[in-house]
Every structure is written in C-alpha cells, then in structure tokens.
C-alpha cells in the first residue's frame, strides 16, 4: 500500500519545510504529563490566560444569536474601523481602516503579504536569530530567505549597513523585522527602525514589520512602522496581547497600493477569517484593563528570572526588552541545546526551546525561556533547575 503510494505520490520539494523544533518538545512533555510527570511550562510562546472576558463574552451572544455567515474577504467592517481606531489610541496616529486586513493570526498575514509582495526566487532578509516561519513561509512559497546575522553591538537588531552589505552582495527584494522580538525579546528604538525602514525603500526592498508583540514590551514603547512610512506592511495579531492564539485572528497594515491584491488572494485562499473571532477580536478592545493586568503578570515573572537565572549560572542572555522571552546562551553548560533542552526536561521537570529552533547558525549555545506562564511556575523552575545543574 505505502509502496504503491510512494510510487504514485512524492511529496513537492517546497513541502519540505523544517519541523518547528518546540512542537517536538511539546510533545516529549505531553508524554511525561501523561504517564503522571509535572512539567512546567516554559518552551510555548503563547499567554496562559485567557481571552479578554469582553471577547468571551461576544462570541457567546454571537452564537446565540447571529448568523455566523462568510464576512467579507478584507474582514467585518467594524472590526477594520476598530483596530483603526486602536492606532489612534495606542501609537497617536491615524490610519485608514481602508487599509487594515483582517487575517487568520498573524500566520495567515505572512502568506498574503509574502504573496503580493514577492515572485518566486526573490530574496528576503531576515534579522538571525528569528521566528522560523518567516524561513519556512517563505521557502514554502518559492522564496529565499536570507539570513542577516545579527549580534550584541547592534543589540541583536539588523543594521542598515548589514542589510545594504548583503543587497550589494546580491539583490534583495524584501526585508522582515521584528520589534520586539521572538526569541530575542530585544526591540528596536524608533531611530534604528526608521534608519532601516529609508534604507531599505532607497535601495526598493519592501519592508514586512511583524508587530505582533506590540503592546507587550518593558523597557520603552514599541514603535509602529506604519508611522515611519506609508509603504511599510504591518502584521499583526490577537494572538499574544489580547491571549487569543486559538482563535486565529490578526491583522494587517498594508500599502494602499496591496489592498486589492491582498482581496483577491484572500477571496482565494481563504474567503474569509472566521466570523465569530472576528467579533470577539473586535470586543477584544474593551478588555486592555484585563489584559494590562495579564502585562503585570509578565513583568513579575521577567523581574524573577533576570533576578534568579544569573545566581544559577544563566548569566548572559540577550536585552529583554518585550515579548515573553528570554534567550540565554548557555555555552558554559553545552554546545548541544537539543541535549540540553531535551535533559533539563526529563531530569529537572523544565521545558525550555532549544535555540536550534530560530538559529541555525548559533542556535547549539542558546535556550529561549517563555515567561508567558504563572509568577508561581518561575520560581519553581528557578529552583528545580539550580538544582538540576548542581546534581550534573
Ligand atoms: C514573532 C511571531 N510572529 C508571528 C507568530 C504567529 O502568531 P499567530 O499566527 O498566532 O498570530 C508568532 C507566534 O508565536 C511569533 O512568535
């Protein structure tokens, strides 16, 4: 049967996408849950708490009441002129809600955006370390990532001089930066971001700006490239502020000029984003008390690990600046964080993402913790892995 399939079917080359490293970790914990182990949780990128109870709220009358039909292809109406409203409220800047785009996550604004922005074969800078799908999304679709290595003098951000050295070396068409960061957590002041953003659009390279942990940052406020110009793609999500991964709903900023070729695609694709994450996303906005609570949160939890990994020997890790991670290196202890990762798992009860995951050069010496999880569960793992590296 497998044979006669194998010999019927092969797999397309662009399926052939890496796995993402953390769902296999994921499940290795799964395992140990299951035959009756603990583990705490700090390798999944996602909030433990809930939705904003606003959001909750309007999907139940929502699902009492209406009828959940197709929504247009760009999104409901009073969802786009609400997120509008969002960039008056948060950055003091008016958008068009013309140009907003709902998405299925933020995942589905890469395909569309990548996809009206990019031919195949063209290339797209990418700041190393970095989320993986941004590689994958691309390669899958025909493009080519490329890797612009990034370090502490530039506070692991992608520099104008980096990205221009490599357009010189060979065309670029795009350029995708985050701020703040996954895994870094690092984020870029309002100066580097605009620095960037002219030198790319002098050169013609397209600037993707994933925004998506907007809202969540510690040291100074997020900037939004929609601001610094009106070319730049913004992506953007419900999924990390506002706790709502399952839902499946983002947005995008997009050129003027993309609006329709992003209609159409997504009439294609997807038709539309489903309607009752639509409505509640777009109650999601009446729950920022809630989740400026849930922001505290984060804060304690990051106040307990820069205070307690360093008396345990994670001493050097990347500015955690936002988001809800903390990328260590961990050289001192290994050269093998998928060894490293996968024991603390096992022998100290501690899921943690080995840093293979986003960088494929250095990821060997790095670990990202996720400090998405309870004030209670960072000190616990504090703990058991102290005690774990002093029983190696
Ligand atoms: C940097 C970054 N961008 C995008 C996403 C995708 O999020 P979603 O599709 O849920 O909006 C994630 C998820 O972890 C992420 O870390």
């Known amino acids: 049967m497998l044979e006669n399939a194998k010999r019927l079917i092969a797999p397309s080359l662009r399926s052939e996408v890496p796995p993402f490293i953390v769902m296999d970790v994921m499940a290795a914990a799964a395992k140990i849950e299951a035959a009756g182990g603990r583990v705490i949780h700090m390798e999944v990128g996602q909030p433990a708490a809930?939705?904003?109870?606003?959001?909750?709220?309007?999907?139940?009358?929502?699902?009492?009441?209406?009828?959940?039909?197709?929504?247009?292809?760009?999104?409901?109406?009073?969802?786009?002129?609400?997120?509008?409203?969002?960039?008056?409220?948060?950055?003091?800047?008016?958008?068009?809600?013309?140009?907003?785009?709902?998405?299925?996550?933020?995942?589905?604004?890469?395909?569309?955006?990548?996809?009206?922005?990019?031919?195949?074969?063209d290339r797209v800078a990418l700041a190393n370390p970095g989320y993986p799908p941004y590689r994958h999304i691309l390669s899958a679709l025909g493009c080519e990532p490329v890797l612009i290595q990034t370090s502490a003098e530039t506070r692991w951000a992608m520099?104008?001089?980096?990205?221009?050295?490599?357009?010189?070396?060979?065309?670029?068409?795009?350029?995708?930066?985050?701020?703040?960061?996954?895994?870094?957590?690092?984020?870029?002041?309002?100066?580097?971001?605009?620095?960037?953003?002219?030198?790319?659009?002098?050169?013609?390279?397209?600037?993707?700006?994933?925004?998506?942990?907007?809202?969540?940052?510690?040291?100074?406020?997020?900037?939004t490239a929609a601001r610094l110009s009106p070319n730049a793609t913004v992506v953007n999500s419900f999924s990390k502020y506002f706790c709502m991964t399952g839902w499946r709903v983002g947005w995008l900023v997009a050129p003027e000029i993309l609006v329709r070729p992003i209609e159409r695609l997504q009439q294609n694709l997807a038709i539309s984003v489903p309607t009752l994450s639509q409505i509640a996303a777009a109650a999601a906005f009446d729950g920022r008390e809630e989740m400026e609570n849930v922001k505290h949160g984060y804060e304690e939890n990051r106040r307990i690990l820069l205070e307690g990994l360093p008396k345990i020997g994670f001493d050097r890790f990347l500015p955690v600046d936002g988001a809800f991670y903390l990328y260590a290196d961990v050289s001192r202890f290994t050269g093998d964080s998928i060894d490293f990762a996968r024991r603390m798992l096992e022998e100290a009860g501690v899921a943690t993402t080995p840093g293979l995951d986003f960088d494929p050069l250095h990821g060997r010496e790095f670990l990202r913790f996720s400090y998405a999880g309870s004030a209670d569960h960072m000190r616990e793992a504090v703990v058991k892995i102290g005690e774990w590296i002093g029983r190696r």
Do not use: C
């Open 50 to 121: 809930s939705a904003p109870s606003a959001a909750l709220d309007a999907a139940r009358a929502a699902l009492s009441g209406s009828y959940l039909g197709y929504t247009e292809a760009l999104g409901m109406p009073s969802l786009r002129q609400r997120i509008a409203r969002h960039y008056d409220e948060q950055y003091g800047f008016p958008i068009d809600p013309g140009r907003i785009i709902v998405t299925t996550g933020s995942s589905g604004g890469f395909i569309l955006a990548f996809l009206a922005l990019f031919e195949a074969g």
């Open 159 to 223: 520099t104008p001089d980096a990205l221009l050295a490599e357009h010189r070396r060979k065309p670029l068409k795009g350029v995708l930066v985050a701020s703040p960061a996954n895994p870094t957590g690092t984020m870029m002041q309002t100066a580097a971001l605009r620095a960037l953003i002219d030198a790319a659009e002098a050169e013609g390279i397209s600037v993707i700006s994933d925004e998506i942990y907007h809202g969540l940052d510690y040291a100074f406020a997020a900037e």
